[in-house]
Each structure stands twice: as C-alpha cells, then as structure tokens.
C-alpha cells in the first residue's frame, strides 16, 4: 500500500500544473506577480465569470483565468504558458490549448464581465451625474 501511495503521489507531481491558483497559499504578492491583480480582484473576475466557464481534466477555471491575465502581463508565448500549467501533449498541442484557453476566456470577459464593469453600460443615469465628470455632463446633463 505504501508503494501504492507513494506511485499516486508521484504521478500527480508529474501532472500538477508548475503554477497553480487553486492553492490557497498563494499570497496577494503570488497574484500580483503572475496575473497582476491582488487575490482579491482576481477572486472577484474569477466569480462573475466562473459560472459560464467550464473546468475540464486538465485545467480549472481559476488556472485559465490566471493563464489568460498572465499572457496579457507577460506576453510570453502560448506554448510557455501551456508548459508553465502543466498543460498536457507536446509543444504544439499546449500552444494550440493555451492558445484556445485565451480565446474562451477572451470572449468570456467581453458577453459577461466587460458590460458590467466597464464602459458607458455599467453606469446608470444616475450614478454618472453623480461622478460630476466632464464624460458625465457631456452625456447625460444635455
């Protein structure tokens, strides 16, 4: 059983992605290096997305929100980012699935995220008159 044990605890070393947002140690230092937002911020993208997001074998929505923000901050190429999460097959298939995993998340953010919180849609009259900006009163005081 020990033999058992220690082959299981191997193979998921083998298949852990390198960088992984599911461990709860990760600090608001960790968020800000890799993606670029505290946990906090990340936390709150990851819960109005994570519904409309689906998790497969090899990667959960938290590491494919992180994946996406940490090509946006780093730029580096999608085969290193699939490479660095561990993500299964050889160098042209973790491009090819990193490079998918950005698309979906890409879209995600524009259909649920972005007209919410971003743009002239996610104020109401209101509140834009109460910024008093000169967008504000270009918009809505005339």
């Given at each position: 059983e020990l033999v058992t044990d220690l082959l299981s605890l191997l193979q998921e070393a083998v298949t852990a992605p390198r960088l992984d947002f599911l461990v709860p140690s990760l600090n608001d230092e960790d968020y800000l290096a890799w993606p670029g937002w505290t946990?906090?911020?990340?936390?709150?993208?990851?819960?109005?997305?994570?519904?409309?997001?689906?998790?497969?074998s090899n990667h959960h929505i938290r590491n494919t929100l992180a994946m996406f923000w940490i090509k946006?901050?780093?730029n580096l190429s999608f085969?290193?980012?699939g490479s660095m999460f561990n993500v299964p097959g050889n160098g042209e298939d973790r491009r090819?699935?990193?490079?998918?995993?950005f698309d979906n998340v890409r879209q995600c953010l524009i259909k649920n995220f972005v007209p919410r919180h971003l743009?002239?849609?996610?104020?109401?009259?209101?509140?834009a008159k109460k910024q008093?900006?000169?967008f504000s009163i270009e918009f809505f005081w005339k």
């Open positions: 946990k906090e911020q990340f936390d709150d993208t990851y819960h109005v997305i994570s519904s409309h997001l689906r998790s497969s946006l901050k780093t085969r290193q980012i090819k699935r990193a490079a998918d995993v743009g002239v849609q996610h104020l109401t009259r209101e509140d008093n900006t000169s």
